[in-house]
């Protein structure tokens, strides 16, 4: 199964695009034939590294409630897809934030896996580098601006047989004086994922 090679990946040690990634991989992801959601973000931290399941942080239990499920639904991976545009842990900068998703993952994967999986409905966007792979041109120029025009992504026609998109902030902590300045995230965009996931689980 193409998952099991993406878990055995080692492309960014054995032949980087550009530097090496700087520690064994461990590349995280949750995918099967049947979900009809899929969660699409940037690439796992440090605790994620460690555990080697998505989303095992403060960031996870965010988005698990703007979700609406329990970490039943969310790890059922019958239900619920989990594609970061980054399968391992990118390292950390000089200042000691996270590294970008690693680009070998969306060369070399991300294509394959989505075709393998047809049957998704709707990819939740989470931040700049997911909402550029699955939006494109279409994308605005700010995280902002495209998470503004959720609606225009949502409700357009479908192209191709390609799922809704429904762009996302990071639920990272560090966002909570973003999500106070944009208070329609929470009382107009929050409810009609939530009413979607219901529907897709």
């Keep these: 199964m193409l998952a099991r090679q993406v878990r055995a990946c080692r492309v960014c040690v054995e032949n980087p695009l550009k530097t090496q990634l700087p520690h064994e991989p461990r590349p995280v992801l949750q995918v ?10 940037q690439a796992p931290g440090t605790r994620v590294h460690r555990s080697g399941q998505p989303f095992t942080d403060p960031s996870g239990d965010r988005l698990r409630g703007w979700m609406g499920v329990g970490e039943d639904v969310f790890y059922d991976a019958a239900r619920v897809a989990i594609v970061p545009m980054g399968f391992c842990f990118p390292g950390l900068d000089t200042k000691g934030g996270d590294l970008p ?8 994967w991300h294509d394959g896996l989505f075709a393998a999986m047809p049957q998704i409905e709707l990819v939740l966007t989470i931040g700049q580098y997911a909402q550029a792979y699955h939006l494109g041109a279409a994308r605005r120029k700010t995280l902002t601006q495209t998470v503004a025009c959720w609606r225009e992504y949502f409700e357009a026609e479908p192209e191709d047989g390609k799922p809704a998109v429904l762009p996302l902030p ?21 409810p009609v994922l939530r009413a979607e996931v219901t529907r897709l689980i």
């Excluded at 099967?32 to 973000?41: D, K, L, P, T, V």
């Design 32 to 41: 099967s034939s049947s979900a009809r959601i899929c969660i699409c973000g």
């Design 101 to 108: 998703p690693r680009p070998e993952c969306r060369k070399t």
């Design 170 to 190: 990071h639920p990272s902590w560090r966002n909570n004086s973003w999500l106070k300045k944009h208070p329609w995230f929470e009382t107009e965009l929050l």
